[in-house]
């Protein structure tokens, strides 16, 4: 059986929903509301997953998957549905009606049937766009045929909005179930590593068993190893949003290098793990700082010098450059070039427009610009982190950022 978590408490009604659509031909309306990444595009695949296991579900149902992103007018939603439907055939016989009409017409050709025919379950990603097409035509055509069609008809709308029912127009409310499922991002770390095994396990129908076979053994070994538990505690304590989780276990498969998947490898390595945890989390003024010139980055460790020394966090670009001065004073390498007052004050106002260093005064001081307080907005740990980080740094550059004394 494919790895994958059984979200109980979660889809539990949207499965019994479905079921009910599939197998006693009932027609249906329910909205997933949550925040992003709670998992509402989970638990539908996971639902579907269920019902495509199930004997008597599978083959007797069609699913239409519409996003609001995407269709942004109901004529592309229209031409989409009768593209999913293969029913494009159809479309031509409904080119000289007006769009309501075509659109009815196309409904009444799939929902023509009696309960015993195949259900047909709407998708709606991104369910609040729909609401601002004009007339809501599209979704009132929809909830009218939950009411009156003869083919079960199941409605599944997925929104961050939770005042998604009050932008639906007056006659639509009467016709929409409110009925809604809340998530939201409340995993328990259990339920979180079991997402992991599942996003990062092959299915059943892999074709190479012995491989199969070792991935699986090998994704445990991954998910017992204490370096790799702990990250995943750490990502979710931070939050366990469920994108963020998906982007980390994108990053580590890419790691992978498949044009060499054999019975050998490659298979999954906690090394590469912890190299993809720190690429997708790693800090974006870190990230930054490693850009700037060589004099630049001699400034702002500096700066760090001078609060770790001083005990203010309040500086003028004269403190730093006596403290620059100084360093370069020291050094007794020529790896280091010394610059003049001017070059200086040039790249100290550049790491003001980069917003490390802030203005105290927001800039509208009428204080001579070398007598102007800043305020250094990087902290310790970020500043060695770019200088250990910053290609073909001089070696006392990285001593003097990494002294502790």
């Known amino acids: 059986m494919d790895a994958r978590i059984t979200l109980t408490r979660r889809d539990r009604e949207l499965c019994t929903l479905l079921e009910q659509t599939v197998l006693n031909g009932e027609r249906h309306s329910l909205l997933l509301v949550g925040p992003r990444g709670s998992g509402k595009s989970w638990v539908v695949e996971d639902t579907f997953r269920k019902l495509s296991l199930n004997p008597k579900c599978k083959g007797n ?3 239409v998957y519409l996003n609001g992103l995407i269709h942004t007018d109901d004529r592309l939603a229209l031409l989409d549905i009768a593209h999913q439907l293969q029913v494009e055939a159809n479309m031509d016989e409904s080119l000289h009606l007006s769009y309501a009409s075509a ?23 991104s369910f609040d766009l729909f609401t601002h097409h004009k007339n809501q035509m599209l979704l009132c055509n929809l909830f009218d045929f939950t009411r009156s069609a003869n083919t079960p008809i199941a409605i599944i709308g997925l929104t961050r909005r939770l005042d998604v029912s009050e932008m639906l127009e007056k006659r639509l409310r009467s016709r929409y179930s409110h009925r809604q499922i809340l998530l939201l991002c409340d995993y328990s770390f259990e339920e979180y590593m079991d997402i992991s095994r599942s996003l990062l396990s092959l299915p ?14 090998h994704l445990e070994e991954l ?35 498949v044009c060499k998947l054999g019975i050998s490898g490659p298979f999954l390595d906690p090394v590469h793990f912890l190299f993809a945890y720190s690429m997708v989390n790693q800090d974006s003024m870190s990230v930054m700082l490693r850009g700037v010139s060589i ?9 760090k010098n001078l609060v770790k ?35 200086a004050m040039k790249a100290f106002e550049h790491l003001i427009s980069l917003e490390f260093v802030y203005p ?18 990087l902290m310790e740990g970020q500043i060695e982190q770019a200088v250990l980080s910053y290609p073909n740094c001089p070696t006392d550059v990285v001593q003097w950022a990494t002294n502790k004394n």
């Open 223 to 257: 998910l017992k190893n204490p370096k790799v538990v702990a990250v995943l505690k750490k990502q979710h304590a931070i939050s366990p949003n469920l994108h963020i989780l998906k982007s980390l276990l994108s990053v580590f498969v890419q790691m992978l290098p």
């Open 309 to 343: 020394h001083t005990g203010t966090e309040t500086l003028n670009f004269e403190m730093v450059y006596d403290e620059y001065r100084r360093f370069t004073n020291q050094v007794s390498s020529h790896a280091v070039e010394f610059f003049s007052k001017p070059v």
């Open 103 to 125: 659109l009815n017409y196309l409904l009444t050709t799939v929902c023509s049937g009696s309960q015993a025919s195949k259900s047909v379950i709407f998708i709606l990603d």
């Open 204 to 217: 059943d129908s892999f074709t190479d068993k012995a491989y199969l076979k070792e991935w699986r053994r």
């Open 61 to 63: 149902f069609i699913k």
């Open 295 to 303: 004099l630049e980055l001699c400034l702002v460790v500096a700066m």
């Open 360 to 377: 105290e005064d927001g800039g509208s001081s009428y204080t001579q610009r070398e007598y102007q307080p800043v305020v250094l907005l």
